[in-house]
Each structure stands twice: as structure tokens, then as C-alpha cells.
């Protein structure tokens, strides 16, 4: 299971270990990997893998899904407001999608915590929105609906372009972070009784300058865009976001998972180069794995980067107890 | 444990305090936000209808903008980050675009997916957003006995208003209409709210004068043709009975 007690503890901040156990049929692997010859052709194979990888050169096949689901979602609601199709109104952060009351786990939770009542509409719309990405996976609100993500995308891409040249460095903080972050914006929402998390919340910011126009929230916008670009890689998403967090624990229940065979993966690790959230993919090393098939934890955000990069499709989406989507 | 010299301590130290001025920049940013309101810089907004005590309503107010979207005058605006606490939430510039209750059955109230706006209302009438008060008695043009020809707020105005003999379900613009009124009487005839404003003999002049049925709506004070404007809305003041 994605959620299981190891997998909430990484998303939690904690540095992924090697499993203590690791089954039989995995051992035998292992073992057969580790005295298995490597041909010169096969390590220069894989260096050519890595350094396309690294520049960019691999199917964008879900990238491009994503984020064609992601502007024409966002469009939805920008549409709904300016030629008054009412289909999708509101924003991100609460809506009405046909007809049907949604909003963002945890702003509703900063609401119902600033305001300590619990409006009946409120608790539709945040367990219709629980019961959803349950089904589709938690996370994958942050890489397939989530309009900053689309911001961090092009902010990632330019800083790896960046970086490749040396002229930028990724400062890494630490992940243990966003959990205090959680925690202390839902202990101000409640002494303060305003929800401060949403002052300064790119996500509802970037949906209601899509929505209403832009304001001067974008100077917010742009020093985070530049922040990622030129000192921490997709530092928002990886370290401060905590509805990504809440969509994290929701996911922890969900059936939909990238899933990893160990079979015919050469471990050169290459998901990692492309990765929003390497620690997930602590199996994919060498040894690592404790089962031939391994569940990719609950922080995932089901980009499909992973699956995109990988070449022999030992990374891919499955939805638990159905055949494999893809 | 690591020694202390060991790059791999420093490496990790270093991203340590590294985490601690991230933690330190983002709450400090948010704090930052509530800055103008400590310092009273931002004067009371104007609340859509059926708004809820303003520490409850800044409390409760999820930012989604649906009032916005189901206001027919797209009276409804939401705050930005200059404009004090609570960006994303929703407040009406009344002199610009009033709430004219074109929506007849208060649709910002039903949108409102919180509860910001208390969905015991159920017709305008119930709405207290504020009471009219007459700011600057002495360049009303009834009081100065003067009439009122042509539009109300001149040529460029882009606000809207019903008006029930032309379009009973569309707003049309301020500007479309064309007074043609001997005694000034503008705030009065456009009130969408029976009883509320009338044009009283006040010591030998003729003055409108707000009753208790004032909703706070802002009508009056959109239509007055006197710059700056001789009716205004004082936000959130109930009536006290004299």
C-alpha cells in the first residue's frame, strides 16, 4: 500500500532507508544483478541515457497530458467567470463544478479552524474534494489540477537548464519542514481566527489573478518563481506546501499509485534526475527494493516524469486491484 | 555522530539553518500581511449582503470568489495584498458599482459556499450591509433646489442599474439613462428599497432622509450626480433609534 506507515514518514521529512527486509524472490534478484556482467556497451548506453535525461531529451508524453489538464481546468473556471458558462465557479480554492460544492482540503480546514463552525456546504464540498482524489490518487491534485505547478514546471526547467551550465546551484532545506508549516499555519488560523496560509497561498493567488485578474499578489508569485529559478529547486511544492501535504495523507488511502518492478530496471536512476520528490524513489536504487514490486509512496505526485523517463517501463501507473492503466 | 569537522556535519548544519530562514521568511511574509490592518492603515470595506460580524467574516471567508462571479453588476470585488487583511476577500466600492439587488433572490448569499454570508437571508430587505447617511447636506442639489438633467454620473461612467420599465432582468448601464428631473430626487427614485429614503422638508429646504429600512446597499450613494458625492454608505452601522 502507497500509505503505509514508512511511506508517511518520508513524506513527513524522514531520509528513506534501505528496507530491513527484503523478500526472497527480490534477493534472488539482487544477487542475479550484482554478479551479472555489465558489457562496456551497456555502461555507455546508460551514460548516454543519463546525459539525455539530463538535458531534457525524453518522451514528454505525460508532461504534456498534465499540462494540458492543467490549463484547460484552470481555463474551465477562467471561461465559467468571462463568458458566464457557469460551469466551473469559484477558484481552486472553493467551487461549485456543475452544480456541485468543492473546495481545498486545507483551506477548509484554515476556515473551519479560524472560524470554529462547520458550514454544511464547506463539508460537502471538502468531502466530495477527499472522496475524489482518494479515487485518483491524492497527490496528483498537485501535478494534474494545481495551476502553480505549472509555474514550478517552467521554473524547474529553467533552473536545470541553469544549473547544467553551473551557473545556478539547488539549495536543498529540509523536507521535515512542511509538517511544521501544516501545523503551525493551522495553529495561527486558530489563535489569530484568520486563515494567514491563504495571504499567502500561490495557489489561490495564481487561480483568482487567472479568474479575476492579475494583482499586486503577482510580486509574491514572481519572487517565488524566481526563488525556484536561482537558489532552491521547486521549493514551494517540495518543502512549504501544505495542501500538497493534505492531499499527501488523503492519497495515503488511494489505489492509484505509480508502481515500480524491479525486474528489468538497470538502476541507473535516471527517475530520479526528473523527479519532483526523489525520496519516493529510494526503491529504484540498486538493492534497494524489498519486493519485486514496490508501491511508490503517498508524496508522489503522479506526474508520470518517472514513467516518461524510464526506459524499460519498470515505473508505471496502476490502479490497485484494476489491470494497469497505460 | 558526525564530527564536527566533518563536511558532512557542516553540509547538514548548514541546511539546517538554511530550513530555520526558510521557516522564518514564509512566516514572516504572512505575518507581514496582517501588518496594515495592526497599523489601521485600511479603512472598513463595504461587505456584500448578508456579510457576517467582520472578524467571523474575515475568519470564515474561503477566498473562492463565487459572490463575485454571481453578481449581475459585478459589484463584488476581491481584495488585494495593498488592501489590507484578507486578500481574496470580498468587498463592494459603492460610489463605483452598487449592489442594485438585480439578482432579486441575493445570489452572492447562496453562492457563498462558508458562510461568510449568512444564508438566513432570504430577501433584500432582510440585507444589513450599512446605513446612508448625508455626508455633505450642503451641495445636494434638492436642498440647493436645483433639478437634475441627463446622465447621472456623466459619459465615461461604466457602472450598471435596473431599471424595471426598461429591462426588468438586465442591469443596463448608468449611463443609458437620461434624467430629466426638476427637483434633484436621483438617491430617492432609484432606492431599491421601499421606505427606506425620502425627500423630507428639513427646515424650510427639501433633504433626503434615511429610515430604518436602509439596507446599506449603496445605490443612493452610486447615483448621486454630486462630486464628491453628497450621500455615503457608513459600512456596518446599524440603526439606532432616536
Not at chain 1, 44 to 72: H, P, T
Not at chain 1, 82 to 102: K, N, P, T, Y
Not at chain 2, 165 to 172: K, L, S
Request: glycine share 6%; charged share 20%.
Amino acid at each position: 500500500m502507497k500509505g503505509n506507515l514508512e511511506a508517511l514518514l518520508v513524506m513527513f521529512g524522514k531520509t528513506p532507508k534501505k528496507p530491513k527486509q527484503i523478500a526472497q524472490p527480490a534477493q534472488v534478484i539482487h544477487l542475479q544483478k550484482r554478479t551479472e556482467k555489465i558489457t562496456k556497451q551497456q555502461i555507455e548506453e546508460i551514460r548516454q541515457e543519463l546525459r539525455d535525461v539530463e538535458a531534457g531529451k525524453y518522451s514528454k508524453k505525460w508532461r504534456n497530458r498534465r499540462w494540458i489538464s492543467i490549463i484547460v481546468i484552470n481555463l474551465m473556471f477562467t471561461l465559467s467567470f468571462w463568458i458566464d458558462i457557469q460551469l466551473f465557479e469559484g477558484s481552486i480554492i472553493a467551487s461549485r463544478v456543475l452544480g456541485f460544492h468543492m473546495a481545498d482540503l486545507y483551506s477548509a480546514l484554515q476556515v473551519v479552524l479560524a472560524y470554529k463552525v462547520m458550514f454544511i456546504n464547506l463539508i460537502i464540498g471538502t468531502v466530495t474534494v477527499f472522496i475524489i482524489w482518494i479515487l485518483l490518487g491524492g497527490r496528483a491534485f498537485c501535478s494534474w489540477v494545481c495551476p502553480y505547478h505549472l509555474l514550478a514546471d517552467i521554473a524547474e526547467k529553467i533552473h536545470l537548464k541553469l544549473a547544467a551550465k553551473k551557473w545556478v546551484t539547488n539549495h536543498e532545506f529540509h523536507r521535515g519542514v512542511r509538517p511544521v508549516f501544516f501545523i503551525v499555519f493551522s495553529i495561527l488560523a486558530f489563535v489569530l481566527s484568520y486563515s494567514l496560509f491563504n495571504s499567502i497561498n500561490p495557489v489561490g493567488m495564481i487561480s483568482r489573478a487567472l479568474i479575476y485578474g492579475p494583482g499586486i499578489a503577482i510580486v509574491w508569485l514572481l519572487f517565488l518563481f524566481l526563488f525556484e529559478i536561482f537558489y532552491s529547486r521547486r521549493a514551494w511544492c517540495r518543502y512549504v506546501c501544505p495542501m500538497g501535504l493534505t492531499y499527501g495523507l488523503t492519497g495515503a488511502l488511494s489505489p492509484l499509485q505509480i508502481t515500480y518492478n524491479l525486474s528489468a530496471c538497470q538502476h541507473e536512476t535516471a527517475c530520479h534526475i526528473v523527479c519532483e520528490v526523489p525520496h519516493v524513489l529510494e526503491c529504484v536504487k540498486k538493492g534497494r527494493a524489498g519486493n519485486i514490486e514496490v508501491d511508490i509512496g503517498t508524496d508522489c505526485t503522479l506526474c508520470g516524469a518517472c514513467v516518461d523517463v524510464c526506459p524499460t517501463s519498470s515505473l508505471r501507473f496502476e490502479f490497485k486491484g484494476l489491470s494497469h492503466i497505460s | 555522530m558526525l564530527s564536527k569537522s566533518s563536511p558532512r556535519y557542516k553540509a547538514s548544519r548548514r541546511r539546517f539553518l538554511r530550513t530555520v530562514g526558510l521557516f522564518i521568511g514564509v512566516m514572516g511574509t504572512s505575518l507581514a500581511t496582517l501588518l496594515p490592518v495592526v497599523a489601521k492603515l485600511i479603512p472598513p470595506k463595504l461587505r456584500p449582503p448578508g456579510a457576517i460580524e467582520e472578524v467571523d467574516f474575515l475568519a470564515s471567508c474561503i477566498k473562492c470568489g463565487q459572490c463575485v462571479q454571481v453578481c449581475p453588476v459585478e459589484a463584488i470585488f476581491l481584495a488585494e495584498l495593498n488592501e489590507g487583511i484578507g486578500i481574496g476577500v470580498p468587498y463592494i466600492d459603492a460610489r463605483s458599482q452598487a449592489c442594485d439587488f438585480s439578482c432579486d433572490a441575493v445570489q452572492c448569499v447562496l453562492a457563498c459556499p462558508t458562510g461568510s454570508l449568512s444564508h438566513d437571508i432570504t430577501n433584500k430587505e432582510e440585507v444589513r450591509m450599512g446605513l446612508a447617511r448625508i455626508a455633505k447636506p450642503e451641495s445636494c442639489l434638492a436642498k440647493l433646489g436645483l433639478g437634475f438633467k441627463g446622465q447621472a454620473r456623466g459619459a465615461n461612467f461604466t457602472g450598471l442599474l435596473r431599471q424595471e420599465e426598461i429591462d426588468r432582468w438586465n442591469p443596463i448601464p448608468v449611463r443609458d439613462y437620461l434624467y430629466d428631473v426638476d427637483l434633484c430626487d436621483l438617491c430617492v427614485r432609484e432606492c431599491p428599497i421601499e421606505g427606506a429614503i425620502s425627500l423630507e422638508d428639513v427646515n424650510g429646504y427639501k433633504l433626503p432622509v434615511i429610515h430604518e429600512a436602509c439596507v446599506g446597499c449603496g445605490v443612493c450613494e452610486m447615483i448621486c450626480p454630486v462630486e464628491p458625492t453628497v450621500i455615503v454608505i457608513d459600512e456596518r452601522k446599524v440603526w439606532e433609534s432616536t
